[in-house]
């Protein structure tokens, strides 16, 4: 079993910038690839990026470039620093763990930016 908890999340202005955590437990040592997905109001989850546990980075289209996903193993935590953010980024920005045998997700975290 994986555990999930996400921080960071709120309320900023177009333009600004915002981190999200999230921090795994439980059986880390088999959990793959981690990865941010949101979801916007009326629409499907979306992946916005992810890292393998080899350090390989994967983005969407529409967060490249303002968008940086970076772990801390130490920590046993996986970051995703949003800069640049607009209206669009609007969302519940939830964590994922893949594991060989199953995914496991997090709470979701609430994000809003406002125009």
């Known amino acids: 079993q994986v555990q999930l908890v996400e921080s960071g999340g709120g309320l900023v202005q177009a333009g600004g910038s915002m981190r999200l955590g999230c921090a795994a437990s439980?059986?880390?040592?088999?959990?793959?690839?981690m990865g941010w997905y949101r979801q916007a109001p009326g629409k499907q989850r979306e992946l916005v990026a992810s890292?393998?546990?080899?350090?390989?980075?994967n983005y969407a289209d529409s967060v490249k470039g303002r968008f940086t996903i970076s772990r801390d193993n130490a920590k046993n935590t996986v970051y995703l620093q949003m800069n640049s953010l607009n209206p669009e980024d609007t969302g519940v920005y939830y964590c994922?763990?893949?594991?060989?045998?199953?995914?496991?997700w997090g709470q979701g975290t609430q994000v809003t930016v406002s125009s």
């Open positions: 439980g059986s880390i040592f088999s959990i793959n690839v």
């Open positions: 994922k763990a893949q594991t060989t045998y199953r995914n496991y």
């Open positions: 890292i393998t546990d080899g350090g390989i980075t």
